[in-house]
Nanobody
């Protein structure tokens, strides 16, 4: 199995920035970021795969940027202009299969433990 370890979460004021990292134990075809707020479903933020490049959820609206260092098997999420509604547990996910719905949590077999992001107003 692929092991994923997230880091970089924390508390920040609205308008601030955070950079999340996800280190994978091996290379996979597709990696993605998800988040889940209390009482809400897990939602996809961004996904990177070798053929499509990067796919973003509509709500990102240019505030978040995801990148991948293939040499280090590490995925990043740069989050700018953070809002209180961005408060959630952020998860990294990975999979080997070729799927079209890259922001669907059901299409990922491997998950990290999550890192908490809290944005205060």
């Amino acid at each position: 199995p692929v092991q994923l370890v997230e880091s970089g979460g924390g508390s920040v004021q609205a308008g601030g920035s955070l950079r999340l990292s996800c280190a994978a134990s091996q290379s996979t075809h597709r990696m993605a970021w998800f988040r889940q707020a209390p009482g809400k479903e897990r939602e996809g933020i961004a996904a990177i795969d070798f053929y499509r490049g990067t796919t973003y959820a509509d709500f990102v609206k240019g505030r978040f940027t995801s990148s991948r260092d293939n040499d280090k098997n590490t995925l990043y999420l740069q989050m700018n202009t953070l809002k209180p509604e961005d408060t959630a547990m952020y998860y990294c996910a990975a999979d080997f299969r070729f799927m079209s719905a890259v922001l669907d949590a059901a299409n990922y077999n491997f998950w990290g433990q999550g890192t908490q992001v809290t944005v205060s107003s």
